[in-house]
Structure formats: C-alpha cells, structure tokens
C-alpha cells in the first residue's frame, strides 16, 4: 500500500533531472526525509539533489520530519534568489 | 492597505508609489531594485527570473504583513517581477510611508532582506558571451535545509 505525492522542480533542480514535475509513490506517513531518499536512490542524476534540501510541502516550508499524505505537493526549492 | 504582488508584468514605480502616503506621514520611500550589468567581473546582458508562483505570492504577502508590523502602519506595497528582464529594469520595488523616516527605512530594508531569504525565487544570468548560469542563492531558514546547492553552467 503506498500513496502518490506531487514532486515539484525549480531552477536549477529542475535542469538537473530534466522535468519540473513528478509523480511519486511514498509509504503511507512517509515523511520528508523517505521522499528525499526514495528519490535519490533512482541514481543519475537523482543523487545530485541535496540529501536535505529545501522543502515546501503544499507551499509551506517544512523540515525532513515533516510527515505527507496523498495528493500533497511538494516543492524543492533550490537556494533562492530573489530581488 | 497592504499590497504584494509577484507578476510578469513591467513593474511602474510610480503606481507602487501612489498605494502608500498618507496625511499624517512625513516619510515616504521607494526602493527599486534593477537588472545590472555585470557580476561577478563578467558581463551581463539580461536576466531571466523564475518563481513557484502559487507559494511566492504567499510568502512575498507575509513577509509584507512582517514588515507593516514594524512600520507602524499599512501603508507598505511591494511588487516582484518574473521572466525575461533585460538591464535596468525594475525586478523589485518597495514603498513605505509613515510619519517620521525611522520606521520607513527599516521596514523597507527588511522586505528586501527577507525577500533575499525566502521568497521561492531564482534568477539566471544571461552574460554577454552567451552563457547562462543560475544566481548563487540562499537556503531558506524555515525549512532546515543543509546548503547544498547544485550548480549548473548552461552551454550556449
């Protein structure tokens, strides 16, 4: 039994995999930090993303413990620079 | 009333400008943050700026409710541009007012810093021979991030 999560990729995550959005299948109460590392366990180039990047979980930041649930979109955010 | 905004649009400082001022203040400032043209010793010729649209709107308008906090009143409007800007355009601009200039230079300074920190914003500099790469950036501090960023140069 899993869920699917909405993975979002900006700047330069996004050229790094070369796609701005995935779907993803997680553990039910996986958290933040599981997400991260299923992701990165694919290998190339997936193991360049940060092993505790910057997290927005439905366009709120949230830290590696950070528990999700079906349907939850959750951005990456690569250091940000604005102004 | 507090405004903030992220668009594409051209930003025009003077429309900002007239959603502040009042009667009763004796101060009021624009900050306008423009395209450069060089960084770093290299030279630049335009900037492309990104946003995670439906969270930057979010954050611009908390980090504006913070900063009207420490103004002492709302009269705070602060606008952020995205997409290709070519140099000396307006990527920013911010205007306060309030009776006396403390609490406007303050308040004005602290939406460009945390801007700066937080706003789900990136930019890519388009340099002159052609290249392109993403702005060294800041973590977010909410988020509890490890900085770890990955660079990227563009070939042309």
């Known amino acids: ?83 | 009333m507090v405004r903030a905004e992220v668009q594409s649009d051209p930003i025009d400082p003077q429309r900002v400008l007239a959603l502040v001022g009042s009667d009763e203040d004796g101060a009021v400032l624009l900050f306008l943050g423009v395209v450069r043209n060089h960084a770093d010793g290299r030279s630049v010729r335009g900037m492309h700026y990104e946003s995670y649209e439906t969270m930057a709107s979010g954050v611009l308008r908390e980090i504006a409710d913070e900063a009207a906090d420490k103004l002492g009143t709302d009269r705070l409007a602060v606008v952020h541009r995205t997409g290709e800007l070519a140099i000396g355009e307006v990527s920013v601009a911010i205007a306060v007012s309030s009776p006396h200039r403390a609490e406007s230079y303050d308040a004005s300074r602290y939406v460009i810093e945390e801007i700066k920190k937080r706003l789900p914003v990136w930019k890519k500099e388009h340099y002159a021979d052609g290249e392109a790469s993403w702005v060294e950036g800041t973590v977010p501090p909410e988020s509890g991030g490890a900085s770890a960023a990955v660079t990227t140069g563009d070939a042309p």
């Not at chain 1, 959005?21 to 599981?34: C, F, G, H, I, M």
């Not at chain 1, 993303?49 to 930041?61: G, H, I, K, R």
């Open chain 1, 1 to 83: 039994m899993s869920v699917s999560v909405r993975t979002l990729f900006f700047a330069a995550y996004r050229d790094l995999l070369g796609t701005s959005e995935l779907s993803v299948d997680v553990a039910p109460n996986a958290t933040v930090r599981d997400l991260v590392r299923i992701l990165r366990d694919r290998g190339a180039p997936f193991d360049g993303l940060p092993e505790q990047p910057a997290v927005a979980v439905n366009q709120t930041y949230a830290g590696p413990d950070e528990r999700l649930s079906a349907g939850d979109e959750v951005a990456f955010i690569p250091p940000v620079a604005g102004g």
